[in-house]
């Protein structure tokens, strides 16, 4: 069974940047498709990007484009999703899942999340 966990989230200014990690345990990632979500409150969850770690392509939705870049690091099992730029529209909570929806991906894996807060 594939866990994963999210850190990295935290407060940061308009124009900042954020790290955040998506460590997977149980499974190894190399050929697996991971997406990064993200819900406000409020408002339905958001896809925000995927990788597919077999040969790192990937995909982000239009309003991150530029802004944030999604990568892994295979030797630690890890996605990571860099978010720079940052909008206080960007505030969220943020998952990690096996699932992407655009790629047609749902294996239902979900981290626990991690808040993402954006102001001044």
């Known amino acids: 069974q594939l866990h994963l966990v999210e850190s990295g989230g935290g407060l940061v200014q308009p124009g900042g940047s954020l790290r955040l990690s998506c460590v997977a345990s149980?499974?190894?990632?190399?050929?697996?498709?991971i997406g990064w979500f993200r819900q406000a409150p409020g408002k339905d969850r958001e896809g925000v990007s995927c990788i597919d770690n077999s040969d790192g392509s990937t995909y982000y939705v239009d309003s991150v484009k530029g802004r944030f870049t999604t990568t892994r690091d295979l030797a630690k099992n890890t996605v990571y999703l860099q978010m720079n730029s940052l909008k206080p529209e960007d505030a969220a909570i943020y998952y990690c899942?096996?699932?992407?929806?655009?790629?047609?991906?749902?294996?239902?894996?979900w981290g626990q999340g991690t808040q993402v807060t954006v102001s001044s």
């Open positions: 899942s096996a699932d992407c929806p655009q790629w047609g991906v749902a294996l239902g894996y």
């Open positions: 149980g499974w190894t990632l190399d050929y697996y498709v």
